[in-house]
């Protein structure tokens, strides 16, 4: 039988709002061979955390059209950047910071670059996830997320 604080903890998590999630993914950093990252599983690991509502790859110039391909099949919007990829990915970034409809700013890197958009996530009262892969993972990436996940858990 149920104890009156085990139906109340029931009834404060059916009241939980469930989260929706941006997700933004460096594509040149994560999407290598050698860190045989899995596009599906991220999404399936970031949906035990809330609903990927956003969910985007960021690719430069030099992406093949088989790995465009894969991306767009994966169900992530693919963005092709002709220089920068870090600073088109913080730029749309911001724009769910600002919105009302996203709780929670997942960064798919290894990139310590995107520290200072989750603490500005942060500042705005989002949640921000982390996903990376080693080698070369940032410890100050790590340490500026709300959550860690790695990759390979996915």
């Keep these: 039988m149920a104890s009156p604080l085990d139906s109340f903890n029931a009834f ?27 596009l599906d599983k991220i999404r399936k690991l970031l949906a035990k955390h809330g609903t990927v509502k956003v969910a985007k790859v960021f690719l430069d110039q030099y992406a093949s059209d088989k790995l465009i391909e894969a991306v767009t099949n994966q169900g992530f919007e693919v963005v092709i950047i002709p220089s920068d990829v870090d600073v088109a990915l913080v730029t749309e970034a911001m724009e769910s910071v600002f919105s009302e409809h996203i709780d929670t700013i997942a960064i798919v890197s290894r990139d310590s670059d995107y520290k200072p958009l989750l ?25 500026s997320a709300d959550l860690v996940l790695m990759a390979k858990d996915a």
């Design 12 to 38: 404060l998590k059916a009241q939980k709002k469930p989260r929706n999630i941006a997700c933004f993914v460096d594509g040149p950093n994560m999407l290598r061979k050698e860190l045989g990252v899995d």
């Design 119 to 143: 603490s500005k996530a942060k500042a705005h009262g989002k949640d921000t996830i982390v996903v990376g892969a080693e080698p070369d993972f940032s410890t100050a990436l790590k340490n």
